[in-house]
């Protein structure tokens, strides 16, 4: 049994900055790449940044330069920092970790149970 819990999110005004938190617990042998998606009332779920077991980040153009995601290994944690926000980043986010739980398993994906970010004007 895998779970991602997710802390952080909040209301914030344009131009602030929020942190979000994404920890995976359970029986995990290793995690392959882990992302953090949005998901706006109305709009498809889109991807905000990922990041691979080995550090290599991409991130969309609507947001480069303005969030960034790292990883812990050790904590099988994933971070969003991020800054300079705009009131079209309002959204609910989640997290994604593609998962281990076997030597032999190639992995499964797992989400958070998302976080809402507000940003006002």
């Known amino acids: 049994q895998v779970q991602l819990v997710e802390s952080g999110g909040g209301l914030v005004q344009a131009g602030g900055s929020l942190r979000l938190s994404c920890a995976a617990k359970g029986n995990i042998f290793s995690i392959n790449v882990m992302s953090w998606y949005r998901q706006a009332p109305g709009k498809q779920r889109e991807l905000v940044a990922t990041i691979s077991s080995g550090g290599s980040t991409n991130l969309p153009d609507s947001v480069k330069g303005r969030f960034t995601i790292s990883r812990d290994n050790d904590k099988n944690t994933v971070s969003l920092k991020m800054n300079n926000l705009k009131p079209e980043d309002t959204a609910v986010y989640y997290c994604?970790?593609?998962?281990?739980?076997?030597?032999?398993?190639?992995?499964?994906?797992?989400w958070g149970q998302g976080t809402q970010v507000t940003v006002t004007h």
């Open positions: 994604h970790a593609n998962i281990r739980t076997r030597i032999w398993s190639t992995g499964d994906d797992y």
